[in-house]
């Protein structure tokens, strides 16, 4: 099993950055593919971003391609997003999560259900 903790989210203003981590604790993070996930008040948990368990693969949504950055350090046990050219449409609560589902050539795993371990989530709030 892997315990996951998210922090880093906050308050910014159109066009900032911000840039959420994702601490892991147990023994064998480094075979988990990692995911971030979002929900926005009275909308549905979408897909942002996933990494494989090497970090050699990505993966990410449509809106944050170009803008969103997943990578892991698995030495540290730490899988960051960073976020650039924020807008308002991004204001939600950021979720990482674990999963023993493995990338391939048409991508990585994208489904709510491929994820079976969870964080808390972290608020970030984009101001226009």
């Known amino acids: 099993q892997v315990q996951l903790v998210e922090s880093g989210g906050g308050l910014v203003q159109t066009g900032d950055s911000l840039r959420l981590t994702c601490a892991a604790s147990g023994q064998t993070f480094s075979s988990y593919g990692m995911g971030w996930f979002r929900q926005a008040p009275g909308k549905e948990q979408e897909f942002v971003a996933a990494?494989?368990?090497?970090?050699?693969?990505?993966y990410y949504e449509g809106s944050a391609q170009g803008r969103f950055t997943i990578s892991r350090v698995n030495a540290n046990k730490r899988v960051y997003l960073q976020m650039n050219s924020l807008n308002p449409e991004d204001t939600a609560v950021y979720y990482c999560a674990a999963t023993t589902y493995s990338c391939s050539d048409n991508g990585c795993p994208n489904k709510r259900y491929e994820y079976p371990f969870w964080g808390q989530g972290t608020q970030v709030t984009v101001s226009a």
């Open positions: 990494i494989s368990w090497s970090g050699g693969r990505t």
